[in-house]
């Protein structure tokens, strides 16, 4: 129990660390690069990547107990429409910690819908977390002026992770058994909206690397990562991490762009960080519940 346990906080703690410094990569990516050229590289990489390691491993790529037409739907939201708006949101001059507060309100709406019955506390800490994040952006949301295109790509960046967060949740699939199919749509999509929009980039590392970190190590290994927890927890709990996201995109600012942290910034923080924690309480107290439990019944 308690291997188990480490192991799921490991996941945790990585998924959020690379989740969390995508938005820095992203915002080096489309400073050498349209949004639409990145995306088409970062979905190609991604497709023949995770079709790589279904052929070397012997595992099917296409889902075994779910149909089709519900797999793409979910990726059409989860990943191609979130990610599409995602990029066109940063592309439009939105900063990438307004769109992540406005990102954070998706928990709070996936608890509304999902949830017959709440606690309170937990909805204190989602509401909690939330001000937190606030207060990270407020100097963006309050003084900088956003345009119409780029709050409405906002919002539906929102939509999408939201729909396809609740419609994943019923998807019991292992992930490679889904995502080659989520992400070849997604491509397919690209390349149909190509001749309709910018494709300039420049060949330099400056755009490369982004590229090559989010096909593979956003794409891949944090999708995988994400798709587990929505699988093995509470849907609530785990979108709660997102929460989370924006202290480690802080955080890379400050060491990467030298950013300094102003007192809204630690208000934010704390907030965040109890937040969090006042959500997962409950889950924590009764996995340690669970393990004493299981240490007396194995005891001598």
Same mark, same amino acid.
């Given at each position: 129990?308690?291997?188990?346990?480490?192991?799921?906080?490991?996941?945790?703690?990585?998924?959020?660390?690379?989740?969390g410094?995508?938005a820095?990569?992203?915002?080096?990516? +489309?400073?050498?690069?349209? #949004? &639409?050229?990145?995306l *088409?590289?970062r $979905?190609? %990489?991604?497709?023949?990547?995770?079709? !790589?390691?279904?052929a070397?491993?012997?595992?099917?790529?296409?889902?075994?107990?779910?149909s089709?037409k519900?797999?793409?739907l979910?990726?059409c939201?989860?990943?191609?429409?979130?990610?599409?708006?995602?990029?066109?949101s940063?592309?439009?001059g939105?900063?990438?910690?307004?769109?992540s507060?406005?990102?954070?309100l998706?928990?709070?709406?996936?608890?509304?819908?999902?949830?017959?019955?709440?606690?309170?506390?937990?909805?204190?800490g989602?509401?909690?977390?939330?001000?937190?994040?606030?207060?990270?952006v407020?100097?963006?949301m309050?003084?900088?002026?956003?345009?119409?295109?780029?709050?409405?790509?906002?919002?539906m960046?929102?939509?999408c992770?939201?729909?396809?967060?609740?419609?994943?949740?019923?998807?019991?699939e292992?992930?490679?058994?889904v +995502?080659?199919?989520?992400? #070849? &749509?997604?491509?397919? *999509?690209?390349? $149909?909206? %190509?001749?309709?929009?910018?494709f300039? !980039?420049?060949?330099?590392?400056?755009?490369?690397?982004?590229?090559?970190?989010?096909?593979?190590?956003?794409?891949?290994?944090?999708?995988?990562?994400?798709?587990?927890?929505?699988?093995s927890?509470?849907?609530?709990?785990?979108?709660?991490?997102?929460?989370?996201?924006p202290?480690?995109?802080?955080?890379?600012?400050?060491?990467?762009?030298?950013?300094?942290?102003?007192?809204?910034?630690?208000?934010?923080?704390?907030?965040?960080?109890s937040?969090?924690?006042?959500?997962?309480?409950?889950?924590?107290?009764s996995?340690?519940?669970?393990?004493l439990?299981?240490?007396?019944?194995?005891?001598p």
């Open positions: 129990m308690a291997k188990l346990k480490n192991e799921n906080f490991l996941y945790i703690g990585l998924f959020v660390l690379l989740w410094s995508a820095i990569f992203t915002k080096w990516g +489309l400073h050498h690069g349209a #949004a &639409i050229p990145f *088409f590289f $979905f190609l %990489i991604a497709t023949a990547l995770i079709l !790589f390691f279904c070397i491993s012997k595992q099917p790529f296409y889902p075994q107990n779910t089709f519900y797999v793409i979910t990726g939201f989860l990943i191609t429409g979130y990610t599409l708006f995602y990029f066109l940063l592309e439009f939105i900063s990438p910690g307004l769109l507060t406005i990102l954070a998706q928990p709070i709406l996936t608890f509304f819908i999902t949830e017959k019955s709440f606690s309170k506390v937990k909805l204190i989602l509401l909690l977390s939330f001000f937190g994040i606030i207060c990270l407020y100097n963006n309050f003084i900088n002026k956003l345009s119409l295109w780029a709050t409405l790509a906002s919002i960046c929102l939509a992770i939201t729909t396809g967060v609740i419609l994943q949740r019923k998807i019991s292992k992930p490679w058994h +995502l080659p199919l989520q992400y #070849a &749509i997604s491509l397919i *999509f690209i390349i $149909f909206i %190509i001749p309709f929009q910018s300039n !980039f420049e060949m330099n590392w400056g755009f490369w690397i982004p590229v090559l970190y989010q096909g593979i190590i956003v794409s891949v290994i944090a999708q995988l990562i994400f798709y587990k927890l929505l699988q927890g509470n849907l609530v709990n785990t979108t709660s991490l997102f929460y989370l996201v202290l480690v995109t802080l955080v890379l600012d400050f060491i990467i762009f030298s950013t300094q942290l102003s007192g809204f910034d630690y208000v934010g923080i704390i907030a965040i960080l937040g969090v924690y006042l959500v997962y309480r409950k889950t924590i107290k996995n340690n519940i669970v393990a439990e299981g240490s007396k019944d194995t005891s």
